[in-house]
Nanobody, 115 residues
Framework: QVRLVESGGGLVQPGGSLNLSCAVS????????MGWYRQAPGKQRELITT???????HYENFAKGRFTISRDDATNMVFLQLNNLNPEDTAVYFC?????????WGQGTQVTVSS
């Protein structure tokens, strides 16, 4: 059974940064298709970024240049660095393993960007 546990969210001012972590058990991040999604209130969950087992990354346009996905194979963790945050980034951020349709999800971590 795959379990994903996100952490690192919180309250940050506009322009600030956060580093989100995803602890993975029941799957190996170096062999899995991993990604980050987010869901704002009243909105559908949306893709942010993905990383393949070979290390190829993809970013949605809103994330390019601001967000960075990374992976630590030794600790079996995935990270999402969030830089230059703005209020539109306020959402629950979810870690995903195996794709949105058939994969596993974490419980999410809240990111709130407000002055």
């Amino acid at each position: 059974q795959v379990r994903l546990v996100e952490s690192g969210g919180g309250l940050v001012q506009p322009g600030g940064s956060l580093n989100l972590s995803c602890a993975v058990s029941g799957a190996t991040v170096s062999s899995a298709f991993m990604g980050w999604y987010r869901q704002a209130p009243g909105k559908q969950r949306e893709l942010i970024t993905t990383i393949t087992p070979s290390g190829i990354t993809h970013y949605e346009n809103f994330a390019k240049g601001r967000f960075t996905i990374s992976r630590d194979d030794a600790t079996n963790m995935v990270f999402l660095q969030l830089n230059n945050l703005n209020p539109e980034d306020t959402a629950v951020y979810f870690c995903n393993a195996g794709g949105h349709a058939y994969g596993a999800w974490g419980q999410g971590t809240q990111v709130t960007v407000s002055s």
